[in-house]
């Protein structure tokens, strides 16, 4: 059964354009779901919906079983942690962990035994008699998610919950967060704008923008095969090379495009949908740009422009004859160093590219090239 669905789900203020526009999501108990999308792309607003914190202007919300539109939000079995911790200031953590329970009228005893227990799995027992200002901000959130523990909900929601961390905390409650998922084996759904934390943390991850799921899947399947180009340019950092083209001739399962610096690639592609002179957008990831070799097809002249040494990679951005931005190259392992200035061959393989059509939406790659 799904711990989670949406049907047709939809949020407008106050006659304004619609926030969240249609979304249709099922997601499984014990799933790790995360909302990715730009600000302002509806994500918040979806799972303030779900946690019951604002009303759905149509469709339908259900927390398993339950037909949950119009059950106070107190009783939907959901916790939520947010960006900004709230967590009250005049109470001790421990108290701030049990408040939620007290209000519940669950025995003293139960209280404790909740709070304890939460308060090991998150490592903060030695800050239980603590009161929040004497907490550090990686201190706060986990009380802030000690909090939803303790409630032992159906369903945790998390709205950017590491957004005030700095980098190198982020990194490491990153990897706590995912390690807490296995030990409670809870359902979660995460929002973030944080691609890297997206792909990290996600079972499943639903890409938004303006309201619309732009596609749901696997991290993998999402960076493989993106359905258009605002999730292939949105996962993938740095970001994947567009370069425009010209379908030139289809057959069954593979494209001939045209490209200016690459001239004309046979590539896989079911552009049963698209016409001959058509025109395409060609997406290639940084790490399959590369430098040719003698006997290499798909080659193209570029000049280095400018190179980053990241220590374990370098970065090349590389000027090619068509190509509106830079093309960046990923590189990695022991490569001889281009210099910028240098003009050198680069190359790609057409099993690594995708092809866009004119109105952005992937051309589906079949599974064996011709
Ligand atoms: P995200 O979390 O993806 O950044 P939000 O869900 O917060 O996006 O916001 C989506 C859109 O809804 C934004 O354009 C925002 O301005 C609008 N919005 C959010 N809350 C309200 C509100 N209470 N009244 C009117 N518009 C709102
Ligand atoms: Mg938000």
Redesign the pocket.
Known sequence: MSAVTLHRLEKS??G?AR??AGVDLSIEAGEFVVFV????????????MIAGLESASAGEIRIGELLANDVHASRRGIAMVFQSYALYPHMTVYDNMAFALRMAGQPKAEVAQRVRRSAEILQITHLLDRKPKALSGGQRQRVAIGRAIVREPRVFLF?EPLSNLDASLRQTMRVELAKLHRELGATMIY?T?DQVEAMTLADRIVV?DG?VVQQVGTPAALYENPANLFVAGFLGAPKINLVGGTLHSLADGSAQVDLPALGRMQLAADVTRARRGDPVTLGVRPEHLRVAHAGDRNVASARVELVEYLGDHLLAYLGVAGAREPLCMKLSGPTRTPRAGDVVPVCMRPEHCLVFDSTGRAFARPRVMP
């Open positions: 203020y106050d304004e926030v969240v999308g730009p600000s302002g792309s509806g994500k918040s607003t979806l799972l303030r709205d929002v704008h938004f309201g």
